[in-house]
């Protein structure tokens, strides 16, 4: 899921778009917010999320981490940790 959000999300960007939304079940609703995805009304069991296009950062941990630059554990994909 995190790499094809991320290409759509690339794909949003290339073609300069202001506004990316996207309609998802509420239970999801965690997982489009890690990319920045603020949440807003919501019909028939689908919350309607949207990010603008200056706010979508694609580093490692969606640009959300406070701690970017330490590259704690948090930030560093599953697959680089040294574990």
């Known amino acids: 899921g995190d790499l ?3 290409l759509l999300l690339y794909k949003a960007l290339t073609h300069s778009a202001p506004l990316i939304q996207l309609h998802t079940p509420k239970a999801t609703e965690s997982f489009f ?3 920045g ?7 028939d ?9 200056e706010d979508v950062h694609l580093s490692h ?23």
């Open 33 to 35: 917010a890690q990319y």
């Open 45 to 53: 069991g689908l919350v309607e999320m949207s990010i603008r296009g």
């Open 37 to 43: 995805f603020a949440a807003g009304e919501e019909h």
């Open 61 to 83: 941990c969606g640009g959300n981490c406070a701690e970017c630059g330490h590259r704690s554990p948090e930030c560093v994909p599953k697959a680089l940790r040294e574990e």
């Open 4 to 6: 094809l959000v991320r």
